[in-house]
């Protein structure tokens, strides 16, 4: 078959040489990685990045219920598009550095 061989540099690679197999494993890490960044990597829109509420409680490792507390209680801030929750990364970060507590560190 003309699919077992690829030309390189004047010389024939073949299915059952090392070069081969080293190809084909480092295609399918480019597409597993490229399929996490697709997973992984927010839209964008009007120069803002949005989180979905699974995003938000990963990221603060609490449940759906403690979220909507959070929601309710006008400690975390959200949009709700046609059903659908998001959260402005930009302002998580502000309420992130308002509510940053630095402890005292005590003194020898």
């Not at 090392?18 to 996490?36: F, G, H």
């Not at 959070?70 to 308002?98: A, C, H, N, T």
Request: with cysteine; aromatic share 10%; hydrophobic share 35%.
């Amino acid at each position: 078959m003309a699919e077992d061989k690829i030309l390189c540099d004047n010389s024939v690679i073949t299915r059952d040489m090392p070069e081969y197999k080293e190809l084909l494993a480092t295609m399918r890490n480019t597409v597993q990685v490229a399929d996490k960044l697709v997973k992984e990597v927010r839209p964008c829109l009007l120069n803002e990045r949005y989180f979905t509420t699974k995003q938000v409680m990963d990221l603060f490792h609490i449940s759906r219920r403690a979220l909507q507390n959070y929601r309710d209680k006008g400690i975390i801030p959200f949009f709700s598009i046609g059903g659908s929750i998001v959260y402005p990364e930009s302002k998580i970060k502000e309420m992130l550095e308002q509510n940053y507590y630095k402890p005292a560190i005590p003194k020898p």
